[in-house]
């Protein structure tokens, strides 16, 4: 039986904690259409940078190739480039790993209030954005899931890990990992956030 091409859709995308580390994508999200086409947007402190392409997914490569107009191609990218598919369904290039969204998953989008503080609140929308608004300034920028197993418990955990780019519209480049205990989370150990429903208006990103 022949083997079947990988299943490749939705956001992809790779680690993003260290702010002292220059590899780059370290902040890279890549976006795989339904019609087989493709965004890799990446984050600096000065501008987004958008590449557009085709993609065609085999058994366990996904071969990239750049838009006729407007591709925008990374000069460390071969042509046509290609991430390698791994077992879980991850996608590595470069030295990079790229991992599938949990957004929907393991995290529901939406609207996060904190009860002893009405005031300041999160919406995470379905896309990967954020805006925060409280405590006198409002950030937006990037947020991802990610799942590690605990060594000590050997538990596996749920992290929001967000990417914070503006700050009151300053462009910045930051940050935060925090625990998601039963759909909540807390910060600076006294702000606890719930989902409290839905929000019409997208993040700015």
Not at 49 to 70: D, R
Not at 84 to 112: H, N, Q, R, W
Not at 127 to 154: C, F, H
Request: include cysteine; glycine fraction near 10%; aromatic fraction near 12%.
């Amino acid at each position: 039986m022949a083997e079947r091409a990988a299943v490749v859709t939705g956001l992809y995308k790779a680690a993003a904690l260290d702010n002292k580390t220059k590899a780059p994508g370290i902040d890279g999200k890549f976006k795989f259409n339904s019609d087989g086409t493709f965004t890799y947007m990446r984050k600096t402190m000065t501008a987004t940078i958008i590449t557009h392409g085709t993609y065609s997914a085999e058994t366990n490569i996904v071969e990239l190739t750049p838009a006729k107009k407007n591709a925008n191609w990374p000069d460390f990218w071969q042509t046509p480039a290609a991430l390698m598919v791994g077992a879980g369904g991850e996608l590595a290039m470069d030295g990079l790993t790229f991992k599938p969204s949990l957004i929907g998953k393991d995290f529901t989008p939406g609207l996060y209030k904190c009860a002893t503080s009405p005031a300041i609140h999160y919406y995470f929308d379905p896309n990967g954005g954020y805006k925060y608004t409280g405590l006198g300034y409002v950030s937006t920028g990037e947020y991802w899931i990610a799942k590690e197993t605990d060594a000590a418990t050997n538990t596996e955990k749920v992290y929001i890990v967000l990417n914070i780019l503006r700050v009151d519209g300053k462009r910045v480049n930051f940050h935060q990992k925090v625990e998601l205990i039963d759909g909540a989370f807390v910060q600076e150990g006294k702000y606890k956030y719930k989902h409290v429903g839905e929000e019409t208006k997208p993040a700015d990103k």
